[in-house]
């Protein structure tokens, strides 16, 4: 492991207005596109890159050994554009060796992965360089992630609103908080030389190794974000990996466990109150296991929602769980049963509740990217 240093930290967040939607000068980024037969989506991926402003934008395709199209569809990209390269695998490694591999071959300042079915929004890598450019210690800035299904949306080249920027340490604690990641990823530009220190992309954690990064990121720098319009399009359909492969509950429960058990086994472990930033993070792992549990009740779904694998989570990630509100709420579901649960008056207006608490919360996060 790279030795680093914690990032240094301001007295508090700061949203910073008036800023510009161009950095001063036209800085180079590389977009790392990983892609195995997604040959369909390569084309307007491709197009959303190429056409950002104020930038060097150079395009890295890494064909994982795709069995479609692929490799007629990055010829003839790169035959129609010299910013275009691609690799081509003569097997199949996988979507995070393929990053890394892409990775390891930038030479420009900036960085962004962006998987093959998603996009760039005009004018975004402008706008984040902007950020970057003027608050090196920086080591990602991020903002408003579109996602949608259908028909490719055709957000407007608007200007910034304003920034936040966060101490590295405040953000990694509001993480901890919310144990959730707040990042969909198209939306993400960062600095070359930061994701260098801290490593590798982590192999061993396929579903949640982009959680894991931010929060080593955090470690060693600060974190911005560009707030106003949108940044990336992050697509929504049935073969996503996020619906086939790393599709499912309690994957997604373990998964953030082992992202935010190895960043704090790594640079997140040196920053001040490591300890009792990791156990909030767990004991909000442990509450997010048993609310959805209660969920499974009050919309009578508990066939089909491992309820048992979830509280045997919840007691694994934080033994103190006995002691949480979510599980005597839990306690009292289980004691009226499936049918009763779901028409309870007390336990309808929970739901109700709850539905207006999580769309505030979606609201909140689309505005400043917390939750």
């Known amino acids: 492991m790279p030795v680093t240093t914690p990032a240094t930290e301001p007295s508090a967040t700061r949203v ?89 071959r930038v030479s420009t300042e900036y960085v962004v ?101 931010w929060m080593r990121l955090a470690a060693v720098g600060d974190v911005g974000r560009v707030n106003g319009p949108i940044q990336g399009c992050y697509r929504v359909h049935d073969a996503s990996m996020q619906r086939t492969v790393h599709a499912g509950v309690m994957l997604d429960l373990c998964g953030r466990r082992d992202a935010f058990d190895a960043a704090f086994a790594a640079e997140a472990g040196a920053l001040r109150d490591a300890a009792r930033l990791h156990a909030t993070a767990r004991r909000g792992l442990a509450a997010d296991a048993l609310d959805r549990a209660c969920r499974a009740y009050d919309r009578g779904r508990t066939a089909a929602v491992p309820i048992d694998e979830l509280v045997a989570f919840a007691l694994d990630v934080w033994p103190d ?15 009226v049963g499936t049918v009763r649960a779901r028409r309870h008056p007390r336990f309808l207006a929970a739901a109700v509740a709850r539905r207006a608490h999580d769309e505030l919360g979606r609201r909140r996060w689309l505005r400043t990217g917390e939750r």
């Open 113 to 213: 992965k962006l998987d093959a079915d998603d996009l760039l929004a005009p004018g975004a890598l402008a706008r984040a360089t902007a950020l970057l450019e003027a608050h090196p210690g920086v080591g990602f800035a991020y903002g408003r992630p579109k996602h949608f299904s259908g028909p490719v949306p055709r957000p407007p080249d608007a200007p910034t609103r304003s920034w936040t920027l966060w101490a590295g340490r405040d953000w990694v604690a509001a993480r901890c908080r919310r144990a959730c990641n707040v990042i969909s990823q198209p939306e993400v530009v960062i600095r070359t030389s930061m994701l260098r220190g801290v490593g590798a992309v982590a192999e061993a954690l396929p579903h949640t190794s982009d959680l894991h990064t």
């Open 321 to 335: 769980a006995p002691a949480l509100p979510e599980w005597r709420a839990l306690a009292r579901r289980t004691a």
């Open 16 to 104: 910073l207005r008036g800023v510009p939607s161009t950095p001063a000068r036209r800085p180079a980024v590389t977009v790392i596109v990983p892609s195995y037969n997604y040959a369909r989506y390569l084309p307007e991926c491709a197009q959303s890159v190429l056409t950002q402003r104020d930038v060097e934008a150079r395009l890295l395709i890494v064909d994982d050994c795709s069995t479609d199209e692929t490799p007629q569809v990055t010829d003839a990209l790169a035959a129609s554009d010299a910013r275009i390269a691609v690799i081509r695998h003569e097997r199949n490694r996988g979507h995070i060796p393929s990053v890394n591999e892409g990775l390891r």
